[in-house]
């Protein structure tokens, strides 16, 4: 019954993001904060995971290949591999519990301690001030992190490849990333996913933690509640989409 | 003139408020006492639309609460301002902000005016110089009259204040009390008080009300309160 709720209040919020947004001139510097809020927070972490990212698939490639197999298909496969589904599913589940979590503690706090209701009593909407900046801020910049991120795994592999394991030539690591090369791998890898993966982080944050109650422990409740169910729809998103679109 | 008529309030099957009937005259200060739990806060929470009442209406200037939509109820609650018991600051914000927010938000001052008006607050308050600093950097007397300059600064006709007293020392209550008083005299407020500090009651109120357990046992003068429930103020203080 309670997960019926639930969705129900989801989808109630949800609608009412939507309907905030032809306030989004109004709500502008709340917007400017959150973009800047996140990239911030998320910027060093992406960094490190695509480094590793880059050097743990380039590690995986030359283990799994033998002398048979030629190099620039292994360099393909890392590329591919890293750019569809690695970087994006990785990232969208370490974003689930930086993000989710930071937003339902952010917002769950400021349901405690009546800050939200203040909100209220100033005739400002806390579905406009606080959960539509940070779901417009997830849907934009979860892609331009994951565009960086895949940039620097991307470079590190090559790397890695070229340099340190002398595993294989430069032109034959390039020429493997442009083998049956689609533009639409890279919006899907690089925007689609991404996007729809920073909304729902964003969106299910913010949910959880207006919903909580109850003291610092229903903050703690919220926050691990938003990690859990985000990285669970992340990762069922991942399935669905890769099934649908590609 | 806020009209409360046959208010009830449940919460999880539980009756917070029973039937409450009440009529808030413009510019009095009204003081709703009680020891905690007796649905003081619900009540003042009913009274600007953060809570709905399951039976009766809540009537502001005319205008009954019951069926508002989102906007209008919005609209309606710049009328209002509310101080919270743990003053409800935004810790994201510096003072400064947290007193500009309303102004940012509904007003189209320039960044000038808006600055001379929450300089000319904070000096009503008495927190001139702590433009800069966030609630955390702020003891709970300063929170309290931050929270009250974030009310006035955009003029309410309503001020609701919870429990303004609570968790202070002697010398800060003594000034909170002041400026509710203060409030009232200079700018006509008309304040409703929720609160179980009698000290406050006798140094602010005009009118009283005293509930327990969600119904309206006495309302009258201040004096007539003392003369008739001394035993349920001796009752509160002990138990506060």
Redesign the interface.
Known sequence: MDFFTAVYEASVLFVETLSQLRRIY?YRRQIVEQFYSLAVTTLPIASIIAVFLGLGSTVQATYQTSSLTPRYFAANVIFKTLIIEGTPIVLGLVLAGKIGGSLAAEIGS?KI???I?????????PVGFLVMPRVIAGLIMVPIITIYANLVAMFSSFFMSTVILNWITPDEYISGMRMNFKVFEMYFGNIIKPSLCGLIIAFIGSFFGLRAKGGAKGVGIASTTAVVVSAVIVVILDYFTGELLL | MIEIKGVWKYFEGKEVLRGINLKIEDGMTTVVLGPSGQGKTVLL?NI?G?YKPERGEIIADGISLNGLK?REL??L??K???I???S????FLTVDENIA??LR??TKMSKEEIEKKVKNVLKVVGMEGTEQLYPEELSGGMKKRVAIA?AVVFSPKYILYDEPTTGLDRENARVVNALINRLKREYGVTSIVVTHDIDCMETVADRVVLLKEGRIIFMGKKEEVKESHLDYLYEMEEGK
Not at chain 2, 88 to 91: I, M, Y
């Open positions: 109004f400021m301690s009546e800050q209701d203040a909100l209220q009593s100033l005739s400002i909407d | 929470k600007i953060l989102k919005f609209e609650r710049k209002f301002a509310f919270f018991q743990g409800a600051l935004f810790d927010l309303y938000m509904h974030r």
